[in-house]
């Protein structure tokens, strides 16, 4: 309850392994992120230890253009944060949704930025990477 003691101190807590989140949209990255409704023709998840999809779309569902572009939410966990990263990765090349543009490829792209990858980034990292080199691998 609120205001009563916890029943267990910061030194009880251990960490272990690192996690990622990746939220999938139905947003054009090239668009200001533009929220882009409609029917999803053909939805694939992707699975396996250490992955999880929360989700409530499904192939013929459609994404309105009145609320929220989320499609879903892709976790992933490993041994550290180069093993949640790749595993990210694959999971993301898993992840199959057809008939509305999605974020995949903008976070694929994200994961495979070496900076991003050495944790070397600042609050203008989105804005050079859609303007960068690397753009092409979000075509």
Partial sequence: MMGEPMKISQGDVHLKGHAIEC???AEDPFDDFRPCPGRIEMYYAPGGKGTRVDSHVYAGYTIPP????????????GKDRREAMDKMSRSLSEYM????????????????????RRGV?????????????RRELLE
Avoid: C, H, W
């Fill in 23 to 25: 939220r999938i949209n």
């Fill in 66 to 77: 009145t609320y929220d572009s989320m499609i879903g939410k892709l976790i992933t966990i």
């Fill in 97 to 116: 949704i057809t008939g509305v543009k999605t974020t995949i490829a903008f976070e694929q792209a994200i994961l495979q930025d070496p900076n991003f």
């Fill in 121 to 133: 980034y600042s609050t203008n990292f989105i804005e050079q990477l859609l303007g960068g080199p």
